[in-house]
């Protein structure tokens, strides 16, 4: 979770890419889905772009400064993320 990175509780990142939207268009995907009876139990997902988790996380370190330092550097090798999911 992004607290969890702001707090330095993530040691590595993974090497995944991310989804990524203003919660604002979030806002408005709900009104629009009370409008609409067809909405009604239906899922959506809502992404303005995608990016990779470094690229997430370098956006944190520029909206947080204070908080750059917390932040991981380190990707984790996706040979071992492979390897160790087939473990």
Not at 39 to 55: N, T
Not at 60 to 77: G, I, K, S, W
Not at 79 to 84: C, K
């Amino acid at each position: 979770s992004v607290l969890k990175l702001l707090n330095g509780e993530v040691p590595a990142l993974p090497p995944l890419v991310v989804g990524v939207v203003d919660v604002r268009d979030v806002a408005i995907a709900h009104v629009r889905a009370l409008r609409i009876d067809a909405a009604a139990s239906q899922r959506f997902i809502c992404v303005s772009e995608s990016c990779f988790v470094e690229q997430f996380v370098d956006m944190l370190r520029e909206a947080f400064p204070e908080y750059a330092h917390r932040l991981p550097r380190t990707v984790v090798n996706r040979g071992l993320v492979s390897f160790a999911a087939h473990m």
